[in-house]
Nanobody
Framework: QVQLVESGGGLVQAGGSLRLSCAASGNIFSIITVSWYRQAPGKQRELVAPITSDTSTQYADSVKGRFTIFRDNSKNTVYLQMNSLKPEDTAVYYC?????????WGQGTQVTVSS
């Protein structure tokens, strides 16, 4: 069983920064891809950034150059550093991974960016 716990969300002014953390239980963390998703009110959940076991990364066009995903396998944690935040980044941010055909989601952390 895998459990994901996000933290680090909050209220920030436009142009500010936040760092989200996703801590995972279990001993499979270092060998799988972990992703950050977000869901804004009235919108579909969208992929923000995945990071593979060998630390390859991708980013949604809307966050390229502003967000950075990285991982610390010794702490079973994936981070999302968010800089130059915009009001349109306001959403609930979720951590996700897929293991042996099962999808695992965290409970989400709210990020609110005020203009």
């Amino acid at each position: 069983q895998v459990q994901l716990v996000e933290s680090g969300g909050g209220l920030v002014q436009a142009g500010g920064s936040l760092r989200l953390s996703c801590a995972a239980s279990g001993n499979i963390f270092s060998i799988i891809t972990v992703s950050w998703y977000r869901q804004a009110p009235g919108k579909q959940r969208e992929l923000v950034a995945p990071i593979t076991s060998d630390t390859s990364t991708q980013y949604a066009d809307s966050v390229k150059g502003r967000f950075t995903i990285f991982r610390d396998n010794s702490k079973n944690t994936v981070y999302l550093q968010m800089n130059s935040l915009k009001p349109e980044d306001t959403a609930v941010y979720y951590c996700y991974l897929r293991w042996r055909g099962n999808d695992y989601w965290g409970q989400g952390t709210q990020v609110t960016v005020s203009s």
